[in-house]
């Protein structure tokens, strides 16, 4: 007659006084723990359950809203005919079949709490994971440094699947050559060890590179446990180099926009615990899960959002290039009409070893190649606007930087540039230069 309800397969406690008459019966129930009570304080280190409330026990206890205030969520009350505010009520007496039907009736309603608070739990979870993934987005969506994006990757889609280790590959085109894939960058919470960018012959041999080819998500538990018909093969060389055992695998595609194959992301050993370090293979055996369900499709998202991330930096970086080839092209165009200032602002140009005739002393000081290029571009810009400029660059007078306008601060970096590479034929590369003490700033 009484059967379990299939959604909570826990036991339940059952609370009752002394006075109930049908206690026994209830033991003879499986599914359910009885415990003897008195007052709504001993309810207090108990767990959630069921309480069935007599009269007798009510009228010691204090009424209803005490045992529902002492007792832990979810927590029914099964009261006898005539007792208020309890969640089922059943004939004085407490008939035998009454009862039954109340028990299973709170234990159903009880599975349908305790459903629907893990629902709510999962769908917060969910809802935390989305933002995370668009505040992720964003991030890489800015991010225009391609080393600093690939591992933000790496180490965020590791932190969301609570992964051990992650691999990044992209595919090297070069020419009209076949292309390559790149081992560009890997991380390891639990192995130290010196990395190299590698380049392996793109074909369906190796894990990533049948993803690469073919476009398909592999999802492996054991990378060890492979079938012998199956094209690609696990490269144990790393493991068994390091000592480190790698078992479940998730390797993902990523294109970009244009659904064109860019390059491969690679999570190894999911484990239960993030502060679990796989030193050995016991370790890793024990504590490694699968990649399943939504960790899956929320590190697809995120192997999606990151090919156009990478896509839109390696664009910028050819438009960057193809810029300064072209002005680098039209200033020697236009260097070359006066060879006593041919190369300052050119890579590889020659300089002219003439004394500086700034009207200013210079202080010594490094560039860094940022600073160079926005230099150089600077005074391109100047150069190809204004043709007039070179001829009288280096006749204008020092005023303070807060009172120069945009070009006049363009010129002065032009002109502390120049000056610069004058004084020695090294360049930037070479020792600073030195004043006598006469001409030196303080």
Request: glycine residues 6%; hydrophobic residues 35%.
């Amino acid at each position: 007659m009484f059967q379990q309800t299939p959604d909570f397969k826990l036991t339940l406690k059952v609370y009752h006084g002394r006075d109930l008459p049908t206690r026994d019966l209830v033991r003879k129930i499986g599914g359910f723990s009885l415990r003897e009570v008195s007052h709504p304080d001993q309810l207090l280190e108990e767990d959630s359950g069921i309480l069935l409330l007599d009269s007798a026990l009510r009228e010691r206890s204090g009424g209803v809203s005490a045992w529902r205030t002492a007792g832990k969520w979810p927590f029914l009350i099964i009261g006898e005919d005539g007792i208020e505010h309890a969640d089922f009520l059943v004939p004085k007496g407490w008939p035998a079949n009454f009862t039954l039907k109340a028990l299973e009736g709170a234990r159903r309603e009880i599975s349908l709490l305790v459903h629907r608070k893990l629902l709510n739990e999962e769908l917060d979870s969910e809802h935390q994971k989305l933002y995370q993934l668009t505040t992720i987005g964003l991030a890489l969506s800015a991010e225009r440094d391609l080393d600093r994006l690939l591992a933000k990757i790496l180490s965020e889609g590791r932190r969301w699947a609570c992964c051990d280790a992650a691999s990044l590959f992209l595919i090297e085109k070069k020419d009209n050559k076949q292309p390559n894939l790149l081992f560009k960058l890997t991380q390891n919470d639990s192995v130290n060890f010196s990395f190299e960018e590698k380049c392996f012959p793109l074909n369906k041999m190796s894990i990533a590179g049948y993803v690469a080819v073919t476009g398909e998500t592999l999802n492996l538990s054991d990378v060890y446990d492979l079938s012998a018909r199956l094209p690609y093969r696990f490269n144990p060389s790393f493991d068994k180099g390091s000592g480190y055992r790698t078992r479940s695998m998730l390797t993902i595609p990523m294109k970009n926009h244009n659904q064109e194959m860019i390059g491969v992301l690679q999570f190894i050993n999911r484990k239960s615990s993030s502060d679990i370090q796989l030193k050995n293979r016991e370790i890793t055996e024990k504590n490694t899960l699968s990649f399943k369900g939504r960790v899956v499709h929320l590190l697809e998202a995120l192997a999606s959002q990151a090919a156009v991330a990478i896509g839109n930096t390696l664009l910028v970086d050819q438009i960057q290039d193809l810029f300064e080839g072209f002005v680098t092209a039209s200033v020697r165009a236009i260097e070359a009409r006066d060879p006593s200032t041919w190369g300052p602002f050119l890579p590889g140009g020659r300089y002219d070893r003439r004394p500086c005739t700034c009207p200013f002393p210079l202080r010594p000081c490094p560039f860094r190649q940022s600073a160079v290029r926005e230099f150089r571009d600077q005074g391109n810009s100047l150069r190809l606007s204004s043709p007039r400029f070179r001829e009288g660059w280096c006749q204008g007078t020092r005023t303070r930087q807060t009172k120069e306008t945009t070009q006049s601060r363009a010129q002065h970096s032009l002109v502390s540039l120049h000056a610069l590479q004058r004084t020695t034929p090294a360049g930037l590369h070479g020792a600073p230069p030195r004043f006598p003490a006469s001409q030196r700033e303080e």
